[in-house]
């Protein structure tokens, strides 16, 4: 079982001060340091003066680079990487049965979770909290982005890297901190946000929740975490996302909505419902999706500001929908409208976020973290825009995320992916979960249900030589999912170099 650390998670720490502006003098311990939402803790801990230890079970990128920074980072998990005075961070993937959780437990030490931990380093900040089921991460980078190059120097903590920024994490001088915001586990709920960021409501973690119901409640809960007179962000094209607007509103909240559906559709004013950012896309091409936004006041018969152009450098409607949303926080922010709109056309991505990995014999490599039906459908209705151009073929190998996420989405992943022009998919990443608690879901499950061709190679090296063998000149190979599957971008593009003949497919 995964330990439920909500009883060890107090507000604040009795080793921590009060004061919002360092932790100079202060410890703290993460376990599991090197997981993308743990790493950028502790870099902000460490930027916020903090002293910074911690461990991980395999290392990896964001580890070294934590230990480049001078953290004492250890792989392996030991009693003895516990520091005796550390406040010990941990996420709801660390087990109850962890050496050293059970350590500091046995001597009393403070145990938070992650998501305490970072509101801890954004104590004093006006903190933009990016929730939704998906679209977290790109809508984060690009709110963080974007105010940098509007010169506000935000603080971030995102669980990717911004490309154009080089980090996923900052400490900067300006007031906004901007968090994605993990409802995963419910642990977005320790946050009092400022302004709050909701990209969709779409039903995921059953495993946690139960039942899509019990999902959309959390939200609920987490719109009333706003500080007073706080601002709440939704996307209006998404039902679930759109009916938490309705309900924040009718109890108070100020709430602002964005999405493709027109305010002034029928004569006698604005359509009921509709998103007060409106979304208008003007044009799809490979190179990314052109739009303008205009935005109404709530009844307003007029837009208060109309017709501003936004070209993100990324393909995709779901892109430029991201966009709309951090365009909206922006202006929250006190950033003019053009000015902000022009920051976003120049977004340049965030990692393993339609990552582009490289090219060989003529075959592009592009990298996506991608693990939710709706996710893989947008990006494969962008990498189809892409191939077009190119005039070839999509190839996705998908690792399917979670043994349970498998077996309750299984029909709709293999719908989504039904859009490739050949699909494999490997063994599924389990993360927390075992095999023999869903002895009957592998990813033959998915393969089940996808009408095209499609294959399941659990090995991840012959699923690789499989995409390498198949592909030939503008084809996209697209790695999808969630977990070590990001691996195999490089050694694609080894195959794809040392194949003899181009037109092998």
Known sequence: MTADHSSNCPPNPQNVPASDQ?????????????????SVVAQILAERGAV????????GDAFEQLRQRGMDVRVGHRAANVPPAATVVVSTAIKDSNPELLLARERGQRVIHRSEALALAARGRDFVAVAGAHGKTTTSAMLAQALTTAGQDPSFAIGGVVSSLHTGAHLGTGRAFIAEADES??????????????????????????????????????????????????????????????TAAAAGTR?????TTARTDIPGGPVPGAAHVQVIITRRRAVGTEAELVRWEPDAVAPAVGLVPLEPTIPGDHVVLNAAAAWEAGLELGVEPLAMARALSGF???????????????????DD??????????LLTAAREVAEERGGRVIAVFQPHLFSRTRNFAERFGTALAAADYTIVSAIYPARETQADFPQVTGQTVVDHISGTARYLADPAVAARAAAEFARPGDLILTIGAGDVTRLGPVILDLLASLPDPERA
């Open 22 to 38: 360092d932790l100079t003098g202060h410890a703290f311990h993460l376990i599991g340091v090197g997981g993308a939402g743990m």
């Open 52 to 59: 910074v230890t911690g461990s991980d079970a395999n290392g």
């Open 185 to 246: 586990d419910r642990s977005f709920l320790n946050y009092a946000p400022t302004i709050e960021i909701v990209t969709n409501i779409e039903p995921d973690h059953l495993d946690n929740y139960g039942t899509p119901e019990a999902f959309a409640a959390a939200f609920v809960a987490f719109s009333e975490r706003l500080e007073s007179g706080g601002l709440l962000i939704a996307c209006a094209d998404d039902p679930g996302s759109r009916h938490l607007a309705r």
């Open 255 to 259: 709430v602002t909505t964005y999405g």
């Open 348 to 366: 340049g991505g965030s990692g393993r976020r339609f990552e582009d990995r490289g090219e060989a014999g003529g075959v592009r490599v592009i």
């Open 369 to 378: 973290y991608a693990h939710h039906p709706t996710e893989i459908e947008a």
